[in-house]
């Protein structure tokens, strides 16, 4: 079969390259299968039954681009015309760059092929002259392509015990592709799935990150619960979902919950952070469940254990420590707030509040708010929806007219401590305090004028004289 997939000049660079250093080189893996899906791809893996690193080398200094050599890997890029170009040597041993063994060289294309992850990640062009750009897919993977399969192709439990991260890929691609895992895999994952703990975890938080970037999250995270992987690495996540009943009452499922959440705000926003918020925002269910005889199952302050909950995730997950999990934390311990705006009456000073506390990120809030209305019934879902955009019409109307959503209290620290001839002390906080509070409240306005009467005001209450 031969395919016009390889018509960058960079591939006959490469072509002529390996014919002049006596090796055969080929492109694999994504590249190869992004061509066949019709998705872009910048990633160009060659690989070289030789050294790979002589190659990029090689060709390098015909590109006039400079070659990054990773050694320990045995692989070597370089960037050329937008393209990132990887060589390595074909291996008769795992193919995985991380994994722990030492890695076997001097391989043939097909004991390379062989060690690779799936079917689909195995596919390969060849770049000889005599057979220019011929497909060369041992194990059927544009068939798996076609039927939408992911497959390994050696026996699974060699593939994953290779590299255990694969098990996670797997389940990455079919969320990703929107294909199904092969029964066999299945089952080897599940057998194996204790072997996650030699991973490290950046590795599967890179993982989980792209699972919650794929167009339907909710496939990838429920393979994850049913293949037992997710419990592995994120068991607050898994320990949501079961349903318990008393007096014949039931909660709704916590897990099926959290996973249409985040598929309903997959198509509101990329935002990565915003999905992370969504895959965590009831974690402290389970911690803040109660049966109260006679009202039934309760949550209450579920969203501030939760919040509470975040760094240790974070850590565990080894993922930055930092303003993107404050934001997470900062999310899911207001995810309640405009909700219960909704149900009270909508004040102006409660509205003010939210603004306050959410500042900057209110909208990503109402996004959140948004996709965690989940309910069956389609008329409680319709009246909820119209007092949100009831919400979302008075934060535009109350944000004009105040001006809370990054609020700077009009009267500062310095001012007042000139204005009583003070030094730092506590009534200086008092004052300002009651400032804010005064504004949010709509007792005054949030302007110079009415905030200084109010500061000579509080100051005078507390004893203090006006320094003239
Ligand atoms: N590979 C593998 N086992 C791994 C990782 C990678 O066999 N644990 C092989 C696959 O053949 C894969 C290729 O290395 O196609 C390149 O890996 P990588 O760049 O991580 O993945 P891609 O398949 O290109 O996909 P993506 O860029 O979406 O990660």
Request: with cysteine; charged share 30%; net charge negative.
């Amino acid at each position: 079969m031969s395919i016009n997939f390889l018509e960058h000049k960079i591939f006959d660079i490469v072509s002529t390259t390996a014919k002049e250093n006596g090796v055969r080189a080929f492109v694999i893996g994504g590249y190869v299968r992004d061509c066949f899906l019709a998705r872009p791809c910048t990633d160009i893996d060659i690989v070289v039954e030789g050294s790979g690193i002589e190659i990029a080398k090689a060709v390098g200094k015909k590109v006039k681009s400079n070659v990054s050599i990773f050694k320990n890997f045995g692989t070597a890029m370089l960037k050329y015309d937008g393209l990132e170009i990887e060589f390595v040597g074909a291996r008769k041993e795992s193919y995985s760059h991380n994994s722990r063994k030492p890695i076997v060289e001097n391989g043939t294309l097909k004991e390379d092929q062989e060690r690779r992850d799936f079917t689909i990640n195995a596919l390969a062009f060849s770049l000889q002259e005599e057979d220019y750009g011929n497909l060369i897919d041992p194990f059927g993977g544009v068939a798996d392509l076609q039927n939408g399969i992911i497959r390994t192709p050696l026996d699974p439990d060699i593939t994953y015990s290779d590299d255990p991260l694969r098990m996670i890929r797997a389940i990455r691609f079919a969320a990703q592709l929107g294909f199904s895992i092969s029964e066999e895999s299945l089952r080897s994952i599940k057998r194996n799935k204790n072997r996650l703990e030699i991973l490290s975890r950046e590795r599967i938080a890179e993982e989980m990150n792209k699972i919650l970037m794929s167009p339907k999250p909710s496939i990838g995270l429920q393979l994850l619960q049913d293949c037992e992987l997710l419990e592995q690495f994120l068991p607050q996540l898994s320990r949501l979902q079961g349903v318990e009943t008393q007096e014949g009452r039931g909660h709704k499922d916590n897990f099926a919950h959290t996973l249409q959440v985040v598929d309903n705000i997959t198509t509101q926003t990329d935002n990565l952070w915003l999905r992370w918020a969504a895959l965590l925002h009831d974690i402290g269910k389970p911690a803040s469940k109660r049966y109260e005889p006679g009202i039934g199952w309760t949550f209450h302050t579920h969203e501030f254990i939760g919040a509470k909950m975040i760094p240790g995730v974070f850590k565990q997950m080894k993922m930055p420590l930092n303003e993107k999990m404050k934001y997470v934390q900062k999310l899911v311990a207001l995810h309640l707030r405009p909700t219960a705006l909704v149900e009270d009456c909508v004040t102006d000073s409660a509205i003010r509040r939210l603004l306050f506390d959410a500042g900057d990120d209110i909208d990503d809030l109402m996004i959140l708010c948004n996709a965690d209305i989940t309910s069956k019934n389609e008329n409680k879902v319709r009246k909820i929806k119209e007092n949100f955009a009831l919400v979302t019409r008075k934060l535009v109307e109350v944000e004009a007219k105040d001006a809370i959503r990054n609020f700077q209290n009009p009267i500062t620290g310095e001012l007042i401590m000139e204005y009583f001839g003070i030094e730092p002390s506590r009534p200086i906080g008092i004052i300002k305090e009651a400032i804010k509070e005064a504004i949010l409240e709509g007792e005054i306005e949030n302007n110079f004028e009415q905030a200084f009467a109010l500061m000579k005001i509080k100051g005078e209450e507390l004893g203090l004289v006006h320094k003239k």
